[in-house]
């Protein structure tokens, strides 16, 4: 079992470990036993929702596709690992009983996976109220000058392109019965601050958060919410394991998850939950970024709470101030 897997993770004080009954194994997906309970979540709350979950088959995704699943909505997993996919169809078939998940191969950047993507999750289910825009390919994450600009090509295709094929093929139908949710797996680093992250990263990353806060816009009033939840620092991972970093980034160092404000590595399971109670309330998020950890927070109170709202403005970020918060902390912006 890797490192990560063995430790408690503590966030807020709270210990988010899952501590559910079904046992469900994998020998391919680093899992472990997943349970609503703890957050306050009803295992019913998303009955009747069919969700779509791009880049489900891994770490975030998987935590987000496996939750909502939980929570009792139908998941189709868009992946374009076929072998962690179709483990990630069976494990949550058998977490919550046939015929609850589908995954179909997809490359999110191909207009005919998008197309067939949409055909199968309409041909099994009837119709997909949640879209969650999650794929991307984290070694795209060099600095400009040393990576090639097919890197950034990928990086705006997986984030800008991905997302935008996704969307047009999913939210007429929400438009249509005006009910929906659109959300995207956003950073909070839209350029490259010192410690993490690159260039060709961030800027697909922007691309993408740009698409989504238009997006809400573009749909005002109709019943379909948008939102961005941005994981920052969620998943299970064997250090020991990770690839060398690419040429001009900096060697791994887990220390730099010791920084004043980090709770630590964040398990995907946690991660779900927090994705499934920001789409329970996605109308108050309609048109902005939350946290992580702000949602781990709201989730112990009714949301959002008026005596902490003010207080604590990261709470709630529009775009604009996500951007602009770490715009003052970067490089050559030192107060
Ligand atoms: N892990 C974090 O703490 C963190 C922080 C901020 C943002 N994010 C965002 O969350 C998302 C998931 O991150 P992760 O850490 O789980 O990454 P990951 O690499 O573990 O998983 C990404 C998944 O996307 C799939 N994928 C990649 N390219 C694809 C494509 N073209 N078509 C379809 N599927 C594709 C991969 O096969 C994989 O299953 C990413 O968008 C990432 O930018 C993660």
């Not at 962690?84 to 169809?89: D, I, L, P, R, V």
């Amino acid at each position: 079992m890797p490192y990560w897997g063995q430790i408690l993770y503590l966030i807020e004080g709270r210990n988010l470990m899952a501590t559910a009954a079904q046992a469900v194994t994998s020998t391919i997906l680093n899992i472990e036993p997943i349970d609503l309970a703890y957050a306050g979540l009803k295992e019913d709350a998303l009955k009747g929702e069919v969700a779509v979950v791009t880049g489900g088959a891994s770490n975030v995704g998987l935590g987000y596709a496996r939750a909502i699943a939980r929570a009792g909505a139908k998941v189709v997993i868009a992946d374009f690992n076929a072998e962690a996919g179709a483990e990630t169809e069976r494990v949550i078939n058998a977490e919550n009983g046939p015929g609850t998940a589908l995954f179909v191969k997809t490359d999110v950047t191909s207009e005919s996976d998008i197309k067939n993507l949409a055909e199968q999750a309409f041909e099994k289910f009837g119709k997909v109220d949640i879209l969650v825009n999650n794929a991307m390919n984290m070694r795209l994450n060099g600095p400009i000058l040393s990576s090639p600009i097919s890197d950034l090509d990928s990086s705006y295709a997986i984030s800008g392109r991905g997302v935008a094929l996704a969307i047009k093929a999913f939210v007429p139908g929400m438009l249509e019965r005006g009910h929906g949710v659109v959300t995207y797996s956003a950073t909070q680093f839209h350029f490259m601050p010192p410690m993490v992250g690159g260039t060709v990263y961030c800027a697909g990353k922007a691309a993408a958060t740009s698409v989504m806060m238009s997006l809400a816009n573009e749909v005002k009033d109709t019943g379909v919410y948008v939102f961005c939840l941005t994981p920052a620092g969620v998943a299970r991972i064997d250090f020991s394991k990770l690839p060398p970093p690419q040429e001009g980034m900096p060697k791994f160092d887990p220390s730099m998850f010791a920084m004043p404000g980090f709770h630590g590595m964040i398990p995907p399971e946690a991660g779900g939950a927090a994705m499934v109670y920001c789409i329970l309330h996605a109308k108050e998020l309609h048109g902005s970024g939350i946290i992580i950890n702000d949602a781990f927070d709201a989730m112990n109170y009714p949301y959002p709470n008026p005596a902490t709202l003010h207080k604590r403005e990261s709470r709630r970020l529009s775009d604009l101030e996500l951007t602009m918060t770490f715009c003052n902390m970067g490089p050559g912006f030192k107060k």
